[in-house]
T-cell receptor
């Protein structure tokens, strides 16, 4: 089965530093997402991206966050100035289309630890 | 507000016994409902979905789920649990026409003991 690939699997950073989380969605998929899961809490939607622009974002996704698809294959999430509360597992996901039958594929996640 | 609830943080089952992981939802319109499983150090893997039609849907690894509109529930079931089924299970709802945006429950840790 095709896979969404995320790198790195673990990222440790100091508070206030910028981090970039990387994802390679499945090649024929058109819609891309970031979710996060704080330890012991729900998986939460952050942002959706289609046609090189954000189509929807949650209240979590403030101006410290940005997403980009710089080269047609990678999909990145940047956190400009990390806070302790940004520590979480971040999942990238992609889907081919918006019909109900389509399945959302998730990557294995990047565990971000902000110290 | 749209939401999903998994009332049990943990479910413990003996191998070979049937298992049920509960999920209830609140969403406007017709819901698309999903179950995902997360094994340690792995991403979320799709198990099954309900879109329309038969209320009993069958998915991967012998799991099935029953959609009950009157009770707004979508419980995950398996007739005979395996130790390898031990994992974290998430119920999710996709509001109609919102592509891949999912609203997740808080997850239920399933532990199957030999």
């Amino acid at each position: 089965e095709p896979e969404v690939t995320q790198t790195p699997s673990h990222q440790v950073t100091q508070m206030g530093q910028e981090v970039i989380l990387r994802c390679v969605p499945i090649s024929n998929h058109l819609y891309f997402y970031w979710y996060r899961q704080i330890l012991g809490q729900k998986v939460e939607f952050l942002v959706s991206f289609y046609n090189n622009e954000i189509s929807e974002k949650s209240e979590i996704f403030d101006d410290q966050f940005s997403v980009e698809r710089p080269d047609g294959s990678n999909f990145t999430l940047k956190i400009r100035s990390t806070k302790l509360e940004d520590s979480a597992m971040y999942f990238c996901a992609s889907i081919r289309g918006r019909t109900p039958e389509e399945k959302l594929f998730f990557g294995s996640g990047t565990q971000l630890s902000v110290l | 507000a749209q939401s999903v609830a998994q009332p049990e943080d943990q479910v413990n089952v003996a191998e070979g016994n049937p298992l049920t992981v509960k999920c209830t939802y609140s969403v406007s319109g017709n819901p698309y409902l999903f179950w995902y499983v997360q094994y340690p150090n792995r991403g979320l893997q799709f198990l099954l979905k309900y879109i329309t039609g038969d209320n009993l849907v069958k998915g991967s690894y012998g799991f099935e789920a029953e959609f009950n509109k009157s009770q707004t529930s979508f419980h995950l079931k398996k007739p005979s649990a395996l130790v390898s089924d031990s994992a974290l299970y998430f119920c999710a709802v996709r509001p109609a026409r919102q592509g891949g945006k999912l609203i997740f429950g808080q997850g239920t840790e399933l532990s199957v003991k030999p």
